[in-house]
């Protein structure tokens, strides 16, 4: 997102108990931002039971029309998925100011931060079926220029043959993938038969899962205070001073987060069929966060849409270094009577417990087998 430097956030209050809270959402959103390297000038916020065809009502629209002049954004990030039509009209009101979604945002930030080939398959994918839909308002300002005759026709055309430019890119990039996917079928196929055991580390964004794996298997992945830096899995046998008698390899996958968007699932459905292949899930949260319940509310939700909510797991609360009395935590997590022990994985505390109980999972699978 090179060329945005000054950007709005505009979004909805609603009272969704099934949702975080929309003030935690639109923080959220804003560090986001913040990972694109653009900045936030201003934030607007509505509320709203339902959007409107233009996402805010008209005197709010209005009023961001205003703050162009107080604060010169040049792009609208709306904190939900806009439809196209919402899109365009909000486009339309708000010419020339560039208008993204919460989706539009999040894709971009992968494709900040997908390393390998096979990242940036699964990122250009879903930034290709976002936009499909979508592509007619990237031609909205030929129909701007008066309409009548000669403007509509070639727009139309273009629209069209853009289209089928995009269908094809999505057909070859999806048997790419196959390719892909198979391979790593093959080789999880492989891992399995000589007997190792699999735990995915997955939970939100940001909770330390890549800190984690760095420290039971010696690796130097990227762990930064980012949203989403890592996107491709990584999976490494236990080593050093925490390996045990079993064979246990552990993965670190991408982070989740509230509204993901479901282009970004069915694309990254490679890298996720690393969790559906886990023996056990390591759900790591960070208790540090004060919206931890609500992450971890939101992680269970995704883990139940993919339909991995059923596997042995293990709850882990991380980052208990930045407190002094942190058992306070537990009672705000219902663990649904899995496994849960707490740790600092930057400072290698209680490691041995989780240790211990990632054994005592392993050894009852081992014993149903
Ligand atoms: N204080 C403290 N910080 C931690 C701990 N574990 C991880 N961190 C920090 O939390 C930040 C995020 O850690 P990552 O390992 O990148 O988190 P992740 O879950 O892999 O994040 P994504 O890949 O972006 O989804 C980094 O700055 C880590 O240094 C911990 O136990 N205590
Ligand atoms: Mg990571």
């Known amino acids: 997102m090179s060329s945005i430097e000054k950007v709005l956030i505009a979004g909805i209050k609603s009272n969704n108990k099934n949702r975080m809270n929309s003030q935690t959402s639109i923080q959220e959103l804003e560090e986001l931002v913040k990972s694109v390297d653009a900045k936030v000038v201003g934030k607007i916020t509505q509320s709203l039971k339902n959007p409107t065809t233009h996402y805010l009502g008209k005197g709010k629209i209005e009023e961001i029309i205003n703050l162009k002049?107080?604060?010169?954004?040049?792009?609208?990030?709306?904190?939900?998925?806009?439809?196209?039509?919402?899109?365009?009209?909000l486009e339309q009101k708000l010419d020339p100011i560039k208008v993204i979604d919460r989706t539009a945002?999040?894709?971009?930030?992968?494709?900040?931060?997908?390393?390998?080939?096979?990242?940036?398959?699964?990122?250009?994918?879903?930034?290709?079926?976002?936009?499909?839909?979508?592509?007619?308002?990237?031609?909205?300002?030929?129909?701007?220029?008066?309409?009548?005759?000669?403007?509509?026709?070639?727009?139309?055309?273009?629209?069209?043959?853009?289209?089928?430019?995009?269908?094809?890119?999505?057909?070859?990039i999806k048997s790419q993938i196959e390719k892909v996917r198979k391979h790593r079928k093959n080789y999880r196929k492989n891992r399995n038969r000589s007997g190792f055991l699999t735990a995915s580390i997955i939970g939100y964004t940001n909770a330390g899962k890549s800190q984690l794996l760095n420290i039971l298997t010696n690796s130097n992945i990227d762990s930064q205070n980012k949203l989403f830096s890592t996107l491709d899995?990584?999976?490494?046998?236990?080593?050093?001073?925490?390996?045990?008698?079993?064979?246990?390899?552990?993965?670190?996958?991408?982070?989740?987060?509230?509204?993901?968007?479901?282009?970004?699932?069915?694309?990254?459905?490679?890298?996720?069929?690393?969790?559906?292949?886990?023996n056990i899930i390591i759900h790591l949260i960070d208790i540090s966060d004060k919206e931890f319940s609500n992450k971890f509310e939101t992680s269970n939700r995704i883990l139940?849409?993919?339909?991995?909510?059923?596997?042995?797991?293990?709850?882990?609360?991380?980052?208990?270094?930045?407190?002094?009395?942190?058992?306070?935590?537990?009672?705000?997590?219902?663990?649904?009577?899995?496994?849960?022990?707490?740790?600092?994985?930057?400072?290698?505390?209680?490691?041995?417990?989780?240790?211990?109980?990632?054994?005592?999972?392993?050894?009852?699978?081992?014993?149903?087998?």
């Open 233 to 278: 899995p990584t999976t490494r046998k236990l080593s050093g001073k925490y390996n045990i008698n079993k064979n246990i390899l552990l993965s670190d996958t991408v982070g989740f987060i509230d509204k993901l968007p479901t282009t970004l699932v069915a694309a990254f459905r490679a890298t996720l069929e690393e969790i559906s292949d886990a």
């Open 69 to 89: 002049k107080t604060t010169n954004f040049n792009t609208l990030i709306c904190n939900d998925e806009l439809s196209p039509s919402q899109q365009k009209n």
């Open 304 to 369: 139940a849409d993919l339909g991995y909510d059923k596997k042995p797991t293990l709850i882990v609360l991380n980052k208990i270094d930045k407190f002094e009395n942190w058992d306070d935590k537990t009672a705000k997590i219902d663990s649904n009577t899995n496994e849960t022990t707490f740790i600092s994985a930057l400072k290698e505390t209680n490691i041995e417990d989780l240790i211990l109980k990632l054994t005592y999972l392993a050894d009852k699978i081992d014993r149903v087998d």
């Open 105 to 172: 945002l999040i894709l971009d930030l992968f494709a900040k931060n997908a390393r390998t080939k096979e990242g940036r398959l699964q990122v250009e994918l879903a930034q290709h079926e976002y936009l499909l839909p979508r592509i007619a308002g990237q031609w909205s300002h030929l129909e701007r220029l008066g309409g009548g005759i000669g403007t509509r026709g070639p727009g139309e055309t273009q629209i069209e043959t853009d289209r089928r430019l995009i269908r094809n890119r999505i057909k070859v």
